[in-house]
């Protein structure tokens, strides 16, 4: 299976469950690798037989500005779901990334890989 990764989306959000946390937006970093067949965009080279990973990219921030989640694993599904509306799309790896929740963390991660 072929791989379409996307790296370091940073995205503006509302992400965590302590009160401050709640009313401020915070950046994390999202990475996504999707599992697809990209034979037939490599050979025609053309966006319609592919992902267009700048729509993707919109797609997921607006998600994840909309839902202002509490838990990291929450917000990893929200993405995956979005990566998964895609019909052409088999599998979707996810990582969400945030920073300085915790005193003397430099960040918190989680990863996640959900089918079609």
């Not at 009313?23 to 267009?52: F, H, M, N, P």
């Not at 979005?82 to 918190?108: I, Q, T």
């Amino acid at each position: 299976m072929d791989a379409l990764k996307l790296n370091g989306i940073e995205v503006m959000c509302i992400l965590g469950d302590l009160p401050e946390e709640r009313t401020r937006e915070q950046r994390i970093l999202v990475d996504v690798a999707l599992a697809l067949d990209l034979e037939a965009a490599g050979t025609s080279d053309c966006l319609d037989d592919t992902v267009d990973y700048a729509l993707l990219v919109g797609n997921i921030r607006e998600a994840l500005e909309d839902a202002k989640c509490r838990l990291l694993e929450r917000a990893a599904e929200i993405v995956a779901d979005v990566c998964l509306s895609d019909p052409r799309v088999e599998k979707a790896s996810v990582a969400v990334r945030k920073f300085g929740s915790v005193a003397g963390l430099g960040s918190a991660e989680v990863k996640i890989t959900r089918p079609a």
